[in-house]
């Protein structure tokens, strides 16, 4: 299975990466600068500039976009507006990384992890964004 993953070196992006080399996967790492991740190939450019060209021929894109400033979280909804009308009308996967904060607790889906009473409010803003994400 060829897979590329998006920002992956991340944090998490580098863990992503390492784990799918690990169980033999065919890996592409999408990095701004110099591959700092484990992938053998990779692909110099930024979340916000790839294209369909770019994402052509993998069977999965994941998404490792991470970001956690107040200025730079909707970003979230930007990079995977990207993501997803360059892998439209293809049969390539998209799979996004994100917190837990975001998932639904209920079969209406209009309570989230985030609205309990002990989730901690430093994460409140990020579980928000990547909701508002999920939302597209």
């Not at 944090?11 to 784990?19: A, D, P, S």
């Not at 009473?117 to 999920?134: I, Q, T």
Request: one cysteine or more; a negative charge; aromatic letters at 6%.
């Amino acid at each position: 299975m060829k897979i590329t993953v998006v920002c992956a070196n991340g944090r998490v992006g580098q863990l992503i990466t390492k784990e799918a080399l690990q169980r033999g996967l065919d890996v592409t790492a999408v990095v701004r600068g110099e591959n700092r991740s484990a992938a053998p190939r990779y692909i110099s450019r930024d979340v916000l500039d790839l294209t369909a060209l770019d994402l052509k021929g993998f069977d999965v894109v994941v998404d490792a976009f991470g970001a956690w400033t107040e200025e730079t979280l909707p970003l979230h909804s930007v990079s995977l507006k990207v993501l997803c009308d360059a892998l439209s009308g293809t049969d390539t996967r998209l799979m996004v990384v994100g917190g837990a904060g975001s998932l639904y607790v209920n079969r209406e889906h209009t309570a989230c992890v985030a609205d309990g009473p002990d989730f901690p409010d430093m994460f409140k803003p990020l579980a928000a964004a990547m909701a508002k994400s999920a939302a597209l």
